[in-house]
């Protein structure tokens, strides 16, 4: 075990219950989540999917299970989740090699007094454990949020767009530095992409070669949105 992995297994210790629904497990249990919440995890094995020019993808069909972890990480401020979200989204990596076709992970930003309200940007928080086990770099403060955005639940496509539109900003700091690079834009949640499109434009206007997205999970066009459907898997 390397010092790095000894000093995370400090800070985060073994799993004792399950990630997702507070089931006792050990710790072989893969992404510290009991074998019901895997099997019952909607599970995305395709590839990137290309919206508007940019490569983008999410690792889990969102649902109930998926929603009750990112809520775990996000409002009920559970940072350890962190790593199980960023173990999964690893193995999602490695297997569409984007360690290997990405230079750099760079976390979507939160507003900053969203941030100091909730005390973590949670993209971040995984993009740390992502970095660690693909051994990748994450640069957190790539991007920032130039004003606050309404919650995208509530909007329509075109009020999505509107609403996202030039509130995210490059960086100043890496004017120069990130030239011709390729990012590996990461975030918990998508729904129509609009906010990993802006982020692209800012990457882009930094002079970012490239920008692939993925999400940890994402609904899928095809579902009406409705709660029933995602309780109904
Ligand atoms: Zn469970």
């Known amino acids: 075990m390397k010092i790095i992995d000894r000093a995370a297994e400090l800070v985060f210790p073994q799993h004792l ?5 507070g089931n006792i497990i050990d710790e072989t249990r893969q992404y510290g989540l009991c074998d019901h919440c895997l099997s019952h995890f909607g599970w995305n094995t395709d590839g990137l999917d290309v919206i508007d020019g940019m490569a983008a993808g999410a690792c889990l069909d969102y649902g ?15 940072k350890y989740l962190a790593r199980d979200i960023g173990a999964i989204m690893a193995d999602k990596v490695q297997a569409l090699g984007l360690d290997k076709s990405c230079d750099v992970i760079v976390p979507v930003p939160l507003y900053r007094a969203k941030e100091r309200k909730r005390g973590f940007n949670q993209a971040a928080l995984i993009g ?5 086990l693909t051994g990748m770099e994450c640069v957190s403060d790539m991007l920032c949020r130039t004003r606050e955005t309404a919650p995208m639940r509530s909007l329509g496509p075109a ?7 030039g509130s995210i900003a490059f960086n100043e700091k890496y004017a120069g530095r990130v030239s011709g690079r390729r990012v590996l834009l990461i975030d918990d949640f ?3 992409g609009s906010t990993a499109l802006e982020c692209r434009r800012a990457l882009v206007s930094g002079g970012v070669a490239e920008v692939t997205f993925l999400a ?6 095809r579902d009406t949105g409705d709660a029933a459907n995602a309780m109904g898997r």
């Open 17 to 21: 219950y399950c990630g997702c629904c």
């Open 64 to 78: 109930i299970y998926e929603r009750t972890l990112i809520f775990g990480l996000k409002y009920k401020g559970r």
């Open 128 to 132: 740390k454990h992502l970095a660690r």
């Open 159 to 165: 009020e999505r767009r509107w609403n996202i539109e």
């Open 190 to 192: 998508y729904t129509t």
């Open 216 to 221: 940890f999970a994402a609904r899928r066009s």
